[in-house]
Protein backbone atom coordinates (compact mmCIF):
# COMPACT_ATOMS: atom_id res chain seq x y z
CA UNK A 1 0.00 0.00 0.00
CA UNK A 2 2.83 1.95 0.71
CA UNK A 3 4.39 1.87 -2.50
CA UNK A 4 0.98 2.44 -4.35
CA UNK A 5 0.60 5.94 -2.62
CA UNK A 6 4.26 6.74 -3.15
CA UNK A 7 3.91 6.05 -7.09
CA UNK A 8 0.14 8.32 -7.28
CA UNK A 9 1.55 11.11 -5.82
CA UNK A 10 5.60 10.86 -7.03
CA UNK A 11 4.84 14.36 -9.00
CA UNK A 12 4.18 16.13 -5.79
CA UNK A 13 6.84 14.87 -3.92
CA UNK A 14 9.28 15.97 -6.63
CA UNK A 15 7.52 19.44 -6.77
CA UNK A 16 8.31 19.57 -3.08
CA UNK A 17 11.70 18.13 -3.05
CA UNK A 18 12.70 20.68 -6.23
CA UNK A 19 11.03 24.00 -4.19
CA UNK A 20 12.64 22.81 -0.78
CA UNK A 21 16.28 22.27 -2.57
CA UNK A 22 16.00 24.60 -5.66
CA UNK A 23 14.09 26.82 -4.88
CA UNK A 24 11.54 28.24 -7.54
CA UNK A 25 10.84 25.93 -10.00
CA UNK A 26 10.92 27.06 -14.02
CA UNK A 27 7.70 26.31 -15.64
CA UNK A 28 7.38 26.13 -19.14
CA UNK A 29 4.13 26.59 -21.17
CA UNK A 30 2.66 23.84 -23.10
CA UNK A 31 3.08 24.84 -26.89
CA UNK A 32 -0.37 26.29 -28.09
CA UNK A 33 0.00 26.44 -31.61
CA UNK A 34 2.63 23.58 -32.90
CA UNK A 35 2.77 25.12 -36.37
CA UNK A 36 -0.21 23.89 -38.34
CA UNK A 37 -0.43 20.50 -35.79
CA UNK A 38 -3.02 22.51 -33.73
CA UNK A 39 -6.40 21.20 -35.06
CA UNK A 40 -8.04 23.37 -32.44
CA UNK A 41 -7.09 26.38 -33.48
CA UNK A 42 -7.76 27.58 -37.09
CA UNK A 43 -4.82 29.28 -38.63
CA UNK A 44 -7.42 32.14 -39.90
CA UNK A 45 -8.07 33.23 -36.34
CA UNK A 46 -3.99 33.61 -35.97
CA UNK A 47 -3.45 35.94 -39.19
CA UNK A 48 -4.67 39.70 -39.22
CA UNK A 49 -4.74 41.57 -42.31
CA UNK A 50 -4.06 44.60 -42.12
CA UNK A 51 -5.76 45.86 -45.59
CA UNK A 52 -9.01 43.95 -47.49
CA UNK A 53 -7.83 42.49 -51.19
CA UNK A 54 -9.01 44.24 -53.88
CA UNK A 55 -11.93 43.80 -56.10
CA UNK A 56 -11.35 40.59 -58.69
CA UNK A 57 -9.96 41.94 -61.80
CA UNK A 58 -7.77 41.45 -65.38
CA UNK A 59 -8.79 38.49 -67.48
CA UNK A 60 -12.29 37.01 -66.96
CA UNK A 61 -10.70 33.66 -67.53
CA UNK A 62 -8.93 33.74 -64.60
CA UNK A 63 -11.69 34.60 -62.54
CA UNK A 64 -12.13 30.98 -61.99
CA UNK A 65 -9.12 30.88 -59.60
CA UNK A 66 -11.02 33.03 -57.12
CA UNK A 67 -11.72 31.08 -54.08
CA UNK A 68 -8.80 28.58 -54.56
CA UNK A 69 -5.60 27.94 -52.81
CA UNK A 70 -2.44 26.01 -53.77
CA UNK A 71 0.44 25.45 -51.38
CA UNK A 72 4.19 24.84 -51.93
CA UNK A 73 6.51 23.33 -49.12
CA UNK A 74 10.37 23.85 -49.40
CA UNK A 75 12.51 22.84 -46.51
CA UNK A 76 10.59 23.91 -43.20
CA UNK A 77 7.75 25.90 -44.83
CA UNK A 78 4.71 25.79 -46.66
CA UNK A 79 3.31 28.89 -48.92
CA UNK A 80 -0.09 29.34 -49.90
CA UNK A 81 -1.52 31.05 -52.98
CA UNK A 82 -5.28 31.89 -52.79
CA UNK A 83 -5.32 34.48 -55.99
CA UNK A 84 -7.12 37.81 -55.90
CA UNK A 85 -7.09 36.94 -51.75
CA UNK A 86 -3.44 36.38 -50.42
CA UNK A 87 -0.29 34.84 -50.11
CA UNK A 88 0.63 33.14 -46.63
CA UNK A 89 3.82 30.80 -45.18
CA UNK A 90 3.58 28.48 -42.39
CA UNK A 91 6.65 27.14 -40.99
CA UNK A 92 6.62 23.09 -40.35
CA UNK A 93 7.88 22.41 -36.66
CA UNK A 94 6.70 21.65 -33.15
CA UNK A 95 8.32 25.12 -32.05
CA UNK A 96 5.94 26.87 -29.37
CA UNK A 97 6.56 29.93 -31.73
CA UNK A 98 6.46 28.21 -35.10
CA UNK A 99 5.98 31.31 -37.34
CA UNK A 100 2.53 31.73 -39.21
CA UNK A 101 1.96 35.24 -41.62
CA UNK A 102 0.90 37.08 -44.62
CA UNK A 103 3.26 37.55 -47.14
CA UNK A 104 0.80 39.88 -49.37
CA UNK A 105 -2.80 40.39 -49.94
CA UNK A 106 -3.97 40.70 -53.23
CA UNK A 107 -3.72 44.55 -54.86
CA UNK A 108 -3.20 45.23 -58.66
CA UNK A 109 -1.20 43.62 -61.58
CA UNK A 110 1.75 44.39 -63.01
CA UNK A 111 1.26 45.61 -66.54
CA UNK A 112 3.63 46.06 -69.72
CA UNK A 113 3.64 46.09 -73.34
CA UNK A 114 -0.29 45.39 -73.51
CA UNK A 115 0.12 42.13 -70.85
CA UNK A 116 -0.50 41.30 -67.52
CA UNK A 117 2.66 40.06 -66.46
CA UNK A 118 2.09 39.63 -62.85
CA UNK A 119 0.08 39.70 -59.77
CA UNK A 120 1.17 41.87 -57.17
CA UNK A 121 0.16 40.96 -53.18
CA UNK A 122 0.97 43.50 -50.67
CA UNK A 123 0.31 45.20 -47.42
CA UNK A 124 1.32 42.11 -45.66
CA UNK A 125 3.22 41.44 -42.48
CA UNK A 126 5.20 44.04 -40.72
CA UNK A 127 9.04 43.00 -41.13
CA UNK A 128 11.63 45.94 -39.87
CA UNK A 129 10.97 49.54 -41.51
CA UNK A 130 8.60 47.73 -44.24
CA UNK A 131 5.56 45.37 -45.39
CA UNK A 132 6.40 42.17 -46.54
CA UNK A 133 5.03 41.53 -50.41
CA UNK A 134 5.28 39.26 -53.07
CA UNK A 135 4.91 39.12 -56.48
CA UNK A 136 3.22 36.02 -58.21
CA UNK A 137 4.83 35.56 -62.17
CA UNK A 138 2.03 33.56 -64.76
CA UNK A 139 2.86 30.26 -66.79
CA UNK A 140 2.01 28.28 -68.80
CA UNK A 141 1.56 24.72 -67.23
CA UNK A 142 -0.05 21.36 -67.31
CA UNK A 143 -1.48 21.90 -64.36
CA UNK A 144 -2.57 25.00 -61.85
CA UNK A 145 0.38 24.80 -58.94
CA UNK A 146 3.25 26.37 -57.23
CA UNK A 147 5.88 25.76 -58.95
CA UNK A 148 8.84 27.95 -57.13
CA UNK A 149 9.41 30.15 -54.51
CA UNK A 150 12.28 32.62 -53.47
CA UNK A 151 12.66 35.53 -51.82
CA UNK A 152 15.29 38.19 -53.90
CA UNK A 153 14.94 40.88 -51.49
CA UNK A 154 14.34 40.78 -47.81
CA UNK A 155 10.72 40.29 -47.41
CA UNK A 156 10.44 40.88 -51.08
CA UNK A 157 9.24 37.17 -52.01
CA UNK A 158 8.71 36.49 -55.76
CA UNK A 159 6.12 32.93 -56.40
CA UNK A 160 6.00 31.10 -59.97
CA UNK A 161 2.58 30.06 -60.93
CA UNK A 162 1.56 27.66 -63.63
CA UNK A 163 -1.69 26.79 -65.10
CA UNK A 164 -2.96 26.03 -68.48
CA UNK A 165 -5.46 29.58 -68.22
CA UNK A 166 -2.11 31.47 -69.80
CA UNK A 167 -1.09 28.76 -72.55
CA UNK A 168 -2.66 30.62 -75.44
CA UNK A 169 -1.04 33.66 -76.99
CA UNK A 170 -3.49 36.25 -76.13
CA UNK A 171 -4.65 34.93 -72.64
CA UNK A 172 -2.77 37.74 -70.64
CA UNK A 173 -3.38 41.12 -72.93
CA UNK A 174 -4.68 43.74 -71.63
CA UNK A 175 -6.35 45.71 -74.50
CA UNK A 176 -9.38 42.82 -74.98
CA UNK A 177 -10.28 43.00 -71.30
CA UNK A 178 -10.80 46.81 -71.66
CA UNK A 179 -14.17 48.11 -72.28
CA UNK A 180 -15.45 49.64 -75.14
CA UNK A 181 -14.98 53.11 -73.50
CA UNK A 182 -11.67 52.69 -72.72
CA UNK A 183 -10.39 50.77 -75.48
CA UNK A 184 -11.09 54.06 -77.77
CA UNK A 185 -9.36 56.33 -74.87
CA UNK A 186 -6.56 53.96 -75.32
CA UNK A 187 -6.30 54.39 -79.28
CA UNK A 188 -6.65 58.33 -78.79
CA UNK A 189 -3.34 58.12 -76.58
CA UNK A 190 -1.50 56.42 -79.05
CA UNK A 191 -2.90 58.52 -81.53
CA UNK A 192 -1.54 61.55 -79.47
CA UNK A 193 1.65 60.06 -79.21
CA UNK A 194 2.36 58.77 -82.68
CA UNK A 195 1.52 62.83 -83.97
CA UNK A 196 4.20 63.52 -81.16
CA UNK A 197 1.71 65.63 -79.49
CA UNK A 198 2.58 64.32 -75.93
CA UNK A 199 5.52 63.12 -74.43
CA UNK A 200 6.58 59.90 -73.19
CA UNK A 201 6.25 60.20 -69.69
CA UNK A 202 2.45 62.26 -70.20
CA UNK A 203 1.96 58.91 -72.38
CA UNK A 204 2.21 56.68 -69.73
CA UNK A 205 0.68 58.67 -67.13
CA UNK A 206 -2.36 58.71 -69.80
CA UNK A 207 -2.05 55.07 -69.87
CA UNK A 208 -2.15 54.39 -66.77
CA UNK A 209 -5.19 56.34 -65.77
CA UNK A 210 -6.63 54.07 -67.93
CA UNK A 211 -5.43 50.80 -66.26
CA UNK A 212 -6.64 52.30 -63.16
CA UNK A 213 -10.43 53.39 -64.61
CA UNK A 214 -10.68 49.34 -65.53
CA UNK A 215 -9.46 48.39 -61.99
CA UNK A 216 -5.92 46.72 -63.00
CA UNK A 217 -3.89 48.88 -61.17
CA UNK A 218 -4.65 50.46 -57.88
CA UNK A 219 -5.21 54.43 -57.66
CA UNK A 220 -2.62 56.24 -56.49
CA UNK A 221 -4.29 59.48 -53.95
CA UNK A 222 -2.03 62.55 -55.26
CA UNK A 223 -1.51 65.24 -52.52
CA UNK A 224 -3.45 68.09 -52.22
CA UNK A 225 -0.49 70.37 -52.80
CA UNK A 226 0.46 68.61 -55.94
CA UNK A 227 -3.04 69.26 -57.58
CA UNK A 228 -3.56 71.76 -60.49
CA UNK A 229 -4.45 75.63 -59.81
CA UNK A 230 -7.50 76.40 -60.63
CA UNK A 231 -6.91 79.17 -62.75
CA UNK A 232 -5.31 76.67 -65.20
CA UNK A 233 -7.48 74.91 -68.23
CA UNK A 234 -8.02 71.49 -67.48
CA UNK A 235 -9.56 68.78 -70.01
CA UNK A 236 -11.78 65.76 -68.98
CA UNK A 237 -10.01 63.26 -71.25
CA UNK A 238 -7.62 63.20 -74.09
CA UNK A 239 -9.92 64.45 -76.77
CA UNK A 240 -11.03 67.55 -75.06
CA UNK A 241 -7.62 68.13 -74.90
CA UNK A 242 -6.89 67.32 -78.58
CA UNK A 243 -9.77 69.35 -79.55
CA UNK A 244 -8.01 72.70 -77.64
CA UNK A 245 -4.74 71.88 -79.07
CA UNK A 246 -6.55 72.16 -82.69
CA UNK A 247 -8.15 75.49 -82.06
CA UNK A 248 -4.90 77.09 -81.03
CA UNK A 249 -3.03 75.73 -83.77
CA UNK A 250 -6.01 77.07 -86.34
CA UNK A 251 -5.45 80.60 -84.10
CA UNK A 252 -1.73 80.51 -85.31
CA UNK A 253 -2.45 80.15 -88.95
CA UNK A 254 -4.78 82.58 -88.46
CA UNK A 255 -2.59 85.09 -87.61
CA UNK A 256 0.04 83.93 -89.35
CA UNK A 257 -1.86 84.56 -92.89
CA UNK A 258 -2.85 88.06 -91.14
CA UNK A 259 0.31 88.98 -90.83
CA UNK A 260 1.49 87.56 -94.48
CA UNK A 261 -0.79 89.87 -95.92
CA UNK A 262 -0.58 93.08 -94.78
CA UNK A 263 3.74 92.05 -95.09
CA UNK A 264 4.32 92.08 -90.99
CA UNK A 265 7.61 89.84 -90.70
CA UNK A 266 7.54 87.06 -88.15
CA UNK A 267 9.88 84.82 -86.48
CA UNK A 268 8.44 81.28 -85.38
CA UNK A 269 9.01 81.36 -81.54
CA UNK A 270 9.00 84.99 -81.09
CA UNK A 271 6.09 86.24 -79.23
CA UNK A 272 5.79 89.89 -81.03
CA UNK A 273 5.69 90.08 -85.23
CA UNK A 274 8.52 92.72 -86.53
CA UNK A 275 6.72 95.83 -87.87
CA UNK A 276 8.01 97.43 -91.06
CA UNK A 277 9.84 101.04 -90.26
CA UNK A 278 7.29 102.87 -92.36
CA UNK A 279 4.25 102.55 -91.97
CA UNK A 280 0.94 104.74 -91.88
CA UNK A 281 -0.01 106.10 -89.24
CA UNK A 282 -3.72 105.17 -87.67
CA UNK A 283 -3.63 102.43 -90.04
CA UNK A 284 -6.19 99.59 -88.81
CA UNK A 285 -6.20 95.98 -89.97
CA UNK A 286 -9.44 94.71 -91.44
CA UNK A 287 -11.06 92.26 -88.26
CA UNK A 288 -8.91 93.49 -85.55
CA UNK A 289 -9.12 97.22 -84.82
CA UNK A 290 -6.71 98.50 -82.85
CA UNK A 291 -3.97 96.30 -83.46
CA UNK A 292 -0.72 98.12 -84.58
CA UNK A 293 -1.66 100.63 -81.46
CA UNK A 294 -1.11 98.37 -79.80
CA UNK A 295 2.31 97.14 -81.08
Known amino acids: MINVFIRQHLPL ?30 QGSQLQAR ?5 ISGPPHLFRLAGKCFSYTESMYKYDFCPFHNVTQHEQSFRWNAYSG ?48 SEP ?62 GFLKRV ?26 KQRAEIERLRSLLTQHNISYQVGTERPTVPAIAPQNQRLRGDAGILDNL
Not at 24 to 37: A, R, S, Y
Not at 156 to 177: A, I, K, N
Open 221 to 246: KQPAQQEQHTSSPKHQNLLECTQEFE
Open 102 to 149: ILGIWQEWEIENNTFTAMWMREGDSCGSMNRQTKVIFTCGNSSRLARV
Open 13 to 42: LACFVALVVGGKMKIVEEPNTFGLNNHLLS
Open 51 to 55: VSPSP
Open 153 to 214: ETCVYFLTFETPLVCHTHSLLVYPVLSEKLQKEWDEIEQARYEELITEQGYSKMLRDVFEEA
